[in-house]
T-cell receptor, first 116, second 113 residues
Framework: GAVVSQHPSRVICKSGTSVKIECRSL??????MFWYRQFPKQSLMLMAT?????????EQGVEKDKFLINHASLTLSTLTVTSAHPEDSSFYIC????????????FGQGTRLTVV | AQSVTQLGSHVSVSEGALVLLRCNYS??????LFWYVQYPNQGLQLLLK??????LVKGINGFEAEFKKSETSFHLTKPSAHMSDAAEYFC???????????FGKGTRLHILP
């Protein structure tokens, strides 16, 4: 099956700093990747759709300037949490769909962000 | 816009008993439907999906789901629960091949010995 690698799996940062999370499709190309946020014991909330070579599409209520998304290649999308605050602490998960094929999305293992 | 409703945030069944997790969806076009499983502090694993064709879909680990258009449902079942099935289960819907996937709130399945 297709593999999506997310890095880092855990990160602790100080309030006010920025953190970058990488999402890579290891054995397939993904024109579109998705970034989700999951609060404890809750569902996945779609934050944005990342499109290779163009601007990301953000869901309503998600701050574009705080959650910077870059999809520079067909196998890599990054999410940068800028000027992080404790309320940004959460579990972030990316997913990717094969370009032009299949309908399922493959998920990364998630990143646990803790802002202290 | 599409949406998903999962009835029951927690479901408990005895080991060996039938598992039934309910999912209803809303979509303006024929939907693609998914069930994912999540273990603690991990990503999501696809159990099964419905796109077109046969409405009864079989997935991994003995799970299956039936797409019922008239009921806008996609309930997940397994004939005999195993302790290893204890996890969080998410039903999801998409309106197209490249469309975003929207998740339900999830159902935590507990298996009683």
């Amino acid at each position: 099956g297709a593999v999506v690698s997310q890095h880092p799996s855990r990160v602790i940062c100080k309030s006010g700093t920025s953190v970058k999370i990488e999402c890579r499709s290891l054995d397939f190309q993904a024109t579109t990747m998705f970034w989700y946020r999951q609060f404890p014991k809750q569902s996945l909330m779609l934050m944005a759709t990342s499109n290779e070579g163009s601007k990301a599409t953000y869901e309503q209520g998600v701050e574009k300037d705080k959650f910077l998304i870059n999809h520079a290649s067909l196998t890599l999308s990054t999410l940068t949490v800028t000027s992080a605050h404790p309320e940004d602490s959460s579990f972030y998960i990316c997913s990717a769909r094969r370009t032009g094929m299949n309908t399922e999305a493959f998920f990364g293992q998630g990143t646990r962000l803790t802002v202290v | 816009a599409q949406s998903v409703t999962q009835l029951g945030s927690h479901v408990s069944v005895s080991e060996g008993a039938l598992v039934l997790l309910r999912c209803n969806y809303s979509s303006s076009v024929p939907p693609y439907l998914f069930w994912y499983v999540q273990y603690p502090n991990q990503g999501l694993q696809l159990l099964l999906k419905y796109t077109t064709g046969a409405t009864l879909v079989k997935g991994i680990n003995g799970f299956e789901a039936e797409f019922k258009k008239s009921e806008t449902s996609f309930h997940l079942t397994k004939p005999s629960a195993h302790m290893s099935d204890a996890a969080e289960y998410f039903c999801a819907v998409s309106e197209g091949r490249d469309d975003k996937i929207i998740f339900g709130k999830g159902t935590r399945l507990h298996i009683l010995p």
